[in-house]
């Protein structure tokens, strides 16, 4: 049975920052360097703890959240490793609402990239303190000073080493702890670093970021600045009590360096994270128990895995709590912890720790657990709104039957997955975040799910609509022995306004058709207007009058006048001059200034209407286009070319306006086709 900790020894740490900074390797390192684990792996054979899905043993990179706890010195980290790709924009989120700290991981490589500064505008938006880890000083081109002024450029004032490298690419040895005066060096192999002197070529630029660094530290405490002031001596307990409250107060940024793969610096990041890093901010084991669930796992064998994080009180094996969703009882017979894959079964969860339950029968992403009755506030949990669809269709029969239920799992296990069926393309769309995060759901359908399934261009839902007046005879007229058939119906088209759809009107006086049988004159009409025009598609906007007709008193019938309206219907629409109608979207994109141009002329290539654009501060500015939703169906993808992913864009269906003449006639011949 797992050990449990107090919640003030207790560190929920998200791992974040830029695919391949070295997230999933500091995990491992950090593991390795605790004994949590025997022996570290490695992200290129797949064999590290927190990359544990097929996908991203085969890819390299980490598609998914990972919990891997450790311990420290009597304290207990719940790391949580977040992918760095865009695509995965969900599960950084995730990891970041279960957290107390975000440690940001930047590659000395690299330097501050697009998702490092997705994931610090993300962590500063839900209040997190943050540390920086300079990581990868080891590699070729590496270089510290370099990383730490784009850092500091990025992201403020506040950002303040705590350490330097001692060399840097394959001379990079150990690491100068500027608060204590010394330096640690790593023999070959070495988990931990040896105590020294530091280093006579370094002595001197130590003590000067020694001293920005005490002054960096005493600024926020006023007895501590005086004292400073007075040139009195501060210790460093005392520097590192006020150093803890600055990291708290999200005011002060520590700078931590090192190299996950060869060992360098991590011990030292673990002692920090456990003496420096806030413990959870939660309610007391004396409150009544409440529980977040913040990432769901589906296996075809398990079922569902919740991962939750305890907000008060505690949570112990078979207690009944309240789905504040669903408002139904669930009982947790099943609680665990999760290194990895591995699962470690636990006395007890206390408020602030990290746990999981398998098994329940209808707890999601996002819900809250709490005894019933309980007054819990909680803040409505975020999920990013899918940008990019892909139709799919299931490739056999046995798919077809197995493939809605797999959706609805998948959906289950990934929030930000959304599935659609269209009722006017009669298509079934999967939208995603991006082309990889849809491939790789179309993956994990057939190894999970044994659901295969192909994609097919998304068919944008035309419409076609009339310009003018026009009058028609609708007439059948058949003899086949015995009874017949015969109706006639005279019908009038002309346009209405736009969002009208389909207005029909009973002009019939006299009785020339019998009243019995115009709701069927009626319903060939809405029939037709439904099934497509003479452009073959969905007719909108359209009145239809149904002046005059003829009928028979043995061969006319319901079915008559339905196919006589339909018939009708479709040569005065052919003499209304039709037109066909696209659906236009309202497209809001926000991206630096920098880029603004060019978002504006790739727009109106994709014959979009600029509608203003405006400042909207941090050097971000926001543009309204009305663009044809047509052009717009893969903008996730050019927006993410154009921008370097530093832009965003939300897009809601308008209004249907006319197609171009010479679009329209290739629209037609390919529907025709």
């Known amino acids: 049975m797992v050990r449990t900790f107090p919640t003030a020894q207790i560190r929920n740490v998200a791992l974040v920052g830029h695919g391949g900074a070295g997230k999933t390797t500091l995990a491992e390192a950090l593991l390795g360097v605790t004994g ?29 959240l990972a919990c891997a706890p450790c311990e420290v010195d009597g304290t207990k980290l719940n790391l949580l490793d977040a992918p760095g790709y865009a695509d995965f924009v969900g599960e950084l989120g995730a990891a970041l609402r279960a957290a107390d700290v975000a440690v940001v991981v930047v590659s000395a490589v690299e330097g501050v990239e ?35 002024e784009a850092c500091k450029e990025a992201f403020g004032a506040g950002v303040a080493p705590l350490q330097l490298p001692i060399g840097e690419e394959q001379g990079f040895s150990g690491i100068i702890d500027l608060l204590t005066d010394t330096a640690l060096r790593y023999p070959d192999g070495a988990r931990r670093g040896e105590a020294g002197p530091i280093p006579g070529e370094l002595a001197a630029e130590e003590a000067r970021v020694h001293e920005a660094l005490v002054e960096g530290i005493v600024v926020a405490d006023d007895a501590l600045m005086e004292r400073y002031l007075a040139e009195e001596p501060i210790d460093t307990a005392e520097l590192g009590r006020a150093l803890a409250k600055g990291i708290d107060e999200a005011t002060v940024f520590p700078v931590l360096c090192g190299s996950a793969t060869k060992g360098i610096g991590v011990d030292r990041l673990g ?14 084991a004396d409150r ?14 398990v079922g569902r895995v919740n991962l939750f994080k305890v907000l008060s009180g505690t949570v112990r094996p078979d207690v009944v709590l309240c789905n504040a969703r669903t408002g139904t009882d669930e009982k947790l017979h099943q609680v665990f912890i999760l290194r990895g894959k591995e699962q470690e079964p636990v006395a007890e969860v206390p408020a602030g720790d990290i746990a999981a339950v398998a098994k329940l029968s209808d707890t999601a992403t996002g819900d809250l657990l709490a005894t019933r009755g309980a007054d819990v506030d909680t803040p409505p949990f975020e999920v990013p709104e899918p940008v990019l669809p892909v139709a799919i269709r299931p490739r056999s029969k046995a798919d077809e039957d197995k493939l809605a239920q797999a959706l609805h799992r998948l959906c289950d296990e990934d929030p930000a997955l959304r599935v659609e069926r269209n009722p006017e393309t009669h298509q079934t769309l999967l939208w995603g975040m991006g082309e990889t995060h849809l491939s790789i759901a179309q993956e994990r359908l057939a190894r999970k799910y044994g659901v295969a399934v192909e994609t097919e261009d998304v068919r944008v839902p035309y419409r076609e609509t009339v ?13 086949t022995g015995g009874h017949g058939q015969f109706a006639v119906a005279f019908l009038r088209v002309e346009p209405q306004p736009r969002g009208e759809g389909i207005a029909f009107v009973d002009q019939i006086v006299g009785g020339v058709i019998p009243r019995q049988f115009i709701p069927a004159v009626e319903k060939g009409v809405t029939e037709t207007a439904e099934q497509g025009g003479v452009l073959g598609f969905p007719v909108v906007d359209v009145k239809v009058t149904c002046y005059d007709g003829k009928h028979h008193p043995v061969d006319s019938s319901e079915m008559a006048f339905r196919t006589a309206a339909s018939l009708g219907f479709k040569e005065a629409l052919a003499q209304a001059g039709p037109i066909l109608l696209e659906p236009v979207s309202e497209l809001v994109v926000t991206v630096p200034e920098a880029y603004q141009g060019d978002v504006m002329g790739d727009l109106n290539s994709k014959r979009g209407r600029i509608q ?12 309204v286009a009305q663009v044809p939703t047509s052009e717009i169906l893969r903008y996730a993808v050019d927006l993410r070319s154009i921008t370097g992913g530093r832009g965003r864009f939300r897009a809601v269906h308008s209004h249907y306006d006319p197609v171009p003449p010479n679009l329209a006639e290739k629209i037609v011949a390919e529907r025709r086709g």
């Open 114 to 148: 697009v998702q490092t500064e997705v994931a610090w505008r993300t962590a500063a938006r839900l209040g997190l303190p943050r540390i920086l880890f300079i990581n990868k000083l080891d590699r070729e081109r590496a270089s510290f000073t370099r990383t730490l």
């Open 288 to 301: 009544p128990t409440a529980a977040l669930v913040f990432k769901t796992i589906v296996d075809p064998y």
């Open 271 to 284: 002692a920090f994270l456990a003496d420096e890093a806030p413990a959870p901010h939660v309610a007391g």
């Open 36 to 64: 949590a684990i025997g022996r570290t792996g490695r992200v290129e054979d797949g064999t590290t703890t927190c990359d544990f899905d097929p996908e991203e043993q085969r890819r390299g990179i980490s598609v998914s």
């Open 467 to 479: 310009t003018r007046t026009a009058e028609a005879e609708g007439k059948l007229k058949k003899q």
């Open 612 to 623: 203003g654009s405006a400042a909207i501060g941090d050097g971000m500015v926001e543009i």
